[in-house]
């Protein structure tokens, strides 16, 4: 298992990725990525999620960017992987919910573009549920 948190500076080789959160509803969403699972030609990487609440207001989307991996083979076009993730949610701080999906991906490069971009497709989920964890800490001041 690889730490993906480790940067070596002859390796400036990274994976960035992001996830975007979308909220449809009327109410401000509340959440905190609970697990992050990252693997890449093969290759488990050990992510530690920062476990800090973050908001997504009514009719927006918000940018969570995963935590850069480092591989031990140069990035290029045709490489998979697989990310799964686990979102606690809420907007009423008595009653959390959840979000588990898994997607797998692909590297690719745009035609006259420099760099390499991920295409991806869901293999599992999302799937909606209540928070089965214990519940985060909520300020009451903004649950």
Not at 30 to 53: A, E, K, N, S, W
Not at 86 to 94: K, N, Q
Not at 107 to 115: K, P
Request: charged share 20%.
């Amino acid at each position: 298992m690889k730490e993906a948190t480790a940067f070596s500076p002859e390796r400036l080789n990274g994976l960035v990725a992001s996830v975007q959160l979308k909220n449809p509803g009327k109410s401000r969403v509340l959440h905190i990525v609970q697990d992050i699972g990252i693997l890449f030609q093969g290759v488990t990487y050990q992510v530690t999620p920062v476990r800090t609440m973050n908001v997504v207001h009514p009719d927006e989307i918000a940018a969570f960017f995963i935590p850069t991996i480092y591989p031990d083979v140069k990035l290029d076009i045709g490489m998979i992987g697989e990310l799964s993730m686990l979102i606690e949610f809420w907007s009423v701080a008595a009653e959390h919910d959840s979000v588990k999906l898994k997607v797998r991906f692909e590297t690719y490069r745009v035609q006259g573009q420099e760099g390499i971009a991920i295409s991806w497709v869901y293999v599992e989920g999302p799937i909606y549920g209540k928070w089965k964890g214990l519940p985060s800490p909520v300020d009451a001041k903004t649950a």
